[in-house]
Each structure stands twice: as C-alpha cells, then as structure tokens.
C-alpha cells in the first residue's frame, strides 16, 4: 500500500468513526476515492503531497467525460465524486499532512434546474373528483386527504401529521407542522374544509379505535394514523380512477398547489409562506414553471413570434 492508498483509508476510517457516516454514504465516497487513487496513479501521482490543482481538475473532466472502463457521469454524480474528492484533501490539511489545499478552488458542476412537475387543473380537479365518490368512511378519508393535500400546499408528512386540534373548522386554518419542527397557519380552502369537515362528522368516529383513540386527523382501517406510504397509495389510486397516465405523487399536488397560485397572480413571498420554504429562492423555481407557460403562450399567439 503507498501513502496515497494509505492517506484515503485513513480519511475513509475518519468518516465511518468520528463523523457516523452512514453504511451507504461511506461506500459511495469509497468508491469515489478509489477511482480517485487510481486516477492519480495512472498518472503517476503516489502521495499527496505531490498532488496538484491541475490533477484535481483533470480528474473533474475524466468524471464528465468517461473511458473504457468507467462511464460518463452526469452532473450529480460528478459533484457527488467532488465532494468526496474535496473532503478529502480539507482532511488532509486539516491533519498537516500537507500544507496546502489543492482542491479548494475546484467547484463541482452544478446540476441543471429541474422544473416541478405540476398537473393542470383539470387534472387536478379530475383526480379529486374520483375520490369523492359516495362510499366507505375510506373513501370520504380519502376525498378528505387529497383535498388538504391540493387546497394547502401541505407536505404529505404534514398532512398524515394532522391532529384534531390543528384544525380550526371555524377559523378555516390549518396548523402545519413542518421541516425541523417549524410550524405554521394555513387557510384551508371552502372545497377542502367541506371534506374534512363532512369526514370527521360521518366517517373518522366509524375508523377509531376503542382500544386507542389516538388524535390523528387521518386513520387508518385500524384506527391507527395513517402512514406516509398509504397516503401516497390513495393518491395514486385515484390518479388511475381519473385516467391520469403522468406519474403522480403528494409532491405533485404540492407543485400544483404552488403553481396554480402563481399563475393566479399571488405573490411568490406570499407562496413561500404557505408552503413553508426557509427562503424565497427556493419558491422562484416555480416562477420559472409560469414564465415557461407565459413563453409557450407567446409562442402560440403571438403573430411574429415564430418565423
């Protein structure tokens, strides 16, 4: 084993010890360093001090482009292999095992922006129009669900996470709890408060348990509170029901949500707060989503738009 080999398991040794990196996350920068190593050695790179900027950079555009042996990456998956690569070196300093960080300046590529995926309204509205069907106490949960989940912007943790008392049926409001224990009032739309409301009338005293009648808004057929998964399961029933062939998921419904009120003229800091986003950046993506419909309008309608 050379000092470069040497040095990687020491860091390596570091992350799965002092720091708790996760069994997965450990293996990922393993096999990121060792490429790494490789790499340097082909180049005939054996200890780390004589590792330069140069070989670092090289390494980023080896990544992106591939050879007979590996593939060429995508942009998260470079980054990722950056990351590692950085870490490594800042440990390196940090240990004075050199004096300088030769990695610093090298920043991995940034991923391209991906739009949210929003639904139509009229997908939406279909989509809910099949889970309200008269039925079971399920079915009116279900509407119920689907309905807080569109008419709120709810994440879908924030929505299996409901209590009776977050609800303020007089008020219309709902208590969201979010992201690292912040929480939030949200209105509760006239739609999406006559589901809930009907459903905790007629249909959630016929789902509770005797034997634990806990707080949860949404239960399970034991009375139980409803997870996560069974939540996604009803959404993606009644996307099915309504003919839907996108992929649907809760997040789809939060993306709707968000979009639609832009495009209704609300204003993004408005749509930041109802949605719970620590920062404003993170809600302008979906203004991107509006002035790309804005664009394919133009396109469509406008005389001289097209030559």
């Not at 990121?32 to 670092?56: G, K, M, N, T």
């Not at 409901?162 to 979010?178: K, N």
């Amino acid at each position: 084993m050379n000092d470069l080999e040497r040095t990687v398991g020491d860091y390596l040794s570091h992350l799965g010890v002092e720091r708790g990196l996760a069994a997965n996350t450990l293996s990922s920068y393993r096999r990121d360093l060792r490429r790494y190593v490789a790499f340097l050695l082909a180049r005939e790179v054996e200890d780390v001090c004589s590792i330069q900027e140069s070989d670092v950079l090289a390494f980023l555009a080896a990544l992106r482009t591939g050879d007979e042996d590996h593939a060429a990456l995508g942009p998260a998956s470079t980054a990722r292999a950056v990351v590692a690569v950085r870490g490594f070196h800042r440990f390196c300093l940090r240990e004075q095992v050199v004096a300088v960080d030769v990695s610093a300046a090298v920043k991995p590529p940034r991923p391209a922006t991906r739009l949210p995926k929003a639904l139509p309204l009229a997908d939406v509205e279909a989509i809910l129009a099949a889970a309200s069907a008269p039925g079971t106490a399920l079915a009116s949960r279900d509407r119920a669900l689907l309905e807080i989940l569109y008419g709120t912007g709810a994440r879908i943790s924030e929505a299996v996470g409901l209590d009776v008392d977050d609800l303020d049926v007089d008020e219309g409001t709902a208590l969201l709890r979010g992201k690292g224990g912040k929480q939030r009032i949200v209105p509760v739309g006239s739609y999406a408060l006559e589901a809930v409301v009907d459903y905790l009338r007629s249909s959630r005293p016929r789902l509770v348990s005797a034997s634990s009648p806990g707080p949860a808004v949404f239960l399970n057929a034991r009375g139980g509170r409803l997870s996560r998964q069974s939540a996604w399961t009803v959404l993606v029933k009644a996307a099915r029901a309504a003919g839907i062939s996108q992929e649907v998921s809760p997040h789809t419904l939060r993306h709707s949500f968000a979009t639609h009120l832009l495009d209704g003229g609300a204003d993004v800091r408005v749509v930041q707060e109802l949605l719970g986003h620590a920062s404003v950046t993170t809600t302008q993506i979906y203004t991107l989503v509006t002035v790309e419909k804005l664009r394919e309008i133009y396109a469509t309608a406008h005389p001289r738009a097209l030559g």
